[in-house]
């Protein structure tokens, strides 16, 4: 995937943010992967960040994607996801799914969804617990730590429960 791609995404986010007076925040660290790692970086609790997860949706004459947002220290029970959108069956997207829909490498991906075909849910639990919710903007080595009602304010997801529940 081109850099530019990804800068765009970055680039196109802050200004939306700036434009929406969002109160939130840059943070530049490494580029790490890991949803433990980077929280520990930013000074965030692991339930604070944005995990966000491309899905195709499938069957019952359903066919589509989904931006599906989670809280980091939770799990997605896809099968909910799929039930939710009357679909049978819900899988993560190919890493060239996730590439044309959202200009992004895994990891990477804000939690907002800036293509007409990428539906945006979020579970509740992410805006329960912290005032702030803090998400990888983008770039892998950038994040945003950002007002949890500024942020359901812009993105304005739906709102679906989908994290897996304990037995």
């Known amino acids: 995937m081109s850099e530019i791609a990804s800068r765009d995404v970055h680039q196109h986010l802050l200004t939306l943010l700036e434009q929406q007076q969002a109160r939130f925040q840059v943070v530049e660290h490494d580029a790490v992967g890991k949803c433990e790692a980077v929280s520990e970086i930013r000074g965030t609790a692991l339930g ?51 590439e044309e829909l959202t200009a992004c490498v895994f990891g990477a991906i804000p939690p907002f969804s800036f293509h007409p075909d990428l539906h945006l849910v979020a579970d509740p639990v992410l805006f329960q617990r912290f005032d702030n919710i803090a998400f990888n903007a983008g770039l892998l080595e950038k994040s945003v730590i950002m007002d949890t009602q500024d942020y359901l304010r812009i993105a304005q997801p739906e709102i679906v429960d989908f994290r897996r529940l304990s037995a």
């Open 48 to 98: 604070q960040g944005a995990k966000a997860l491309v899905c195709k949706i499938k069957g019952n004459g359903v066919k589509k994607h989904v931006l599906a947002i989670l809280a980091a220290d939770l799990q997605a029970d896809l099968s909910r996801l799929a039930q939710h959108f009357g679909g049978l069956k819900a899988s993560l997207a190919s890493p060239l799914e996730v």
